[in-house]
């Protein structure tokens, strides 16, 4: 533990993506972000009635906890969720409680462990990885999203909805945003028009279970009473404050 010059207690988070896919000249290149306890300036944010219509107050919560020199909007998902978990750690400690099918459990948040990472998948400094699309045989590569691409993503949706309530494209803008390249071809719109008239269903589920299974995150899951698979852990509000 450290203490910043206002004498607020800091940690030192590990990121699951082991700072990887950043470029050396980014401070996340790092592997860590050093984050401050809460204090009531946070509980502020997180009671921000502006904040949580715009589905932005975790954000703007994270955002206020870090202390490093870092670009909020680079970090990928997972490096956000690992933020997100140590916010929750660091403002009302490791013990969180909520219900699952009717019965309350208690998880024990600082047991919750990073992801295991193949690094030999990834090029330092790259945020880019390789996949062939087992139906069509197609190389393509692809990168993690990041804060930066989530927001783009949710603009672009959210427009189309204006234009027409009842179009369902989250699916097909996600993977635009997501592939960079089609047999070595970086043309947006020829990517734009792959996914859209020739993306195979089964190449386009295969490719979202091998971002699953590769891209750095924190293990956000649980085995409940009585049963084998895992479940998520709820986050929202409550995960902070469930008087919220």
């Known amino acids: 533990m450290s203490e910043n010059k206002f004498n607020t207690p800091t940690e030192i988070i590990e990121l699951p993506s082991k700072g990887l896919i950043y470029p050396a000249s980014s401070p996340l290149s790092k592997g860590e972000v050093e984050m401050k306890y809460m204090t009531a300036k946070e509980e502020d944010i997180l009671t921000n009635q502006n904040y949580i219509q715009k589905g932005t107050v975790l954000d703007e919560l994270i955002k206020s906890l870090i202390i490093s020199d870092v670009n909020y909007d680079d970090l990928c998902i997972g490096d956000k969720n690992a933020l997100l978990v140590a916010a929750r750690i660091l403002g009302y400690g ?59 993503i949710k603009a672009e949706i959210d427009g189309l909805k204006k234009i027409n ?16 390249s089609i047999n070595g071809n970086q043309d947006l719109k020829d990517i734009k028009d792959f996914v859209e008239q020739q993306f195979l269903a089964r190449d386009s589920r295969a490719l979202r279970e091998y971002v699953r299974e590769v891209q750095p995150d924190v293990d956000l899951t649980f085995f409940p009473d009585g049963r084998n698979e895992k479940v998520s852990i709820p986050v929202g509000l409550s995960f902070f404050w469930p008087d919220i």
């Open 94 to 152: 490791k013990d969180y409680s909520f219900t699952y099918g009717g019965e309350e459990y208690t998880i024990d948040l600082s047991l919750i462990e990073n992801k295991s990472l193949d690094e030999s998948l990834f090029k330092k400094g790259e945020n880019e990885l390789k996949f062939k699309l087992p139906a069509s045989g197609i190389d393509i590569t692809f990168k993690l999203i990041t804060n930066h691409d989530e927001k783009k």
């Open 165 to 180: 309530k009842n179009i369902s494209n989250e699916l097909s803008t996600r993977l635009k945003y997501m592939i960079t």
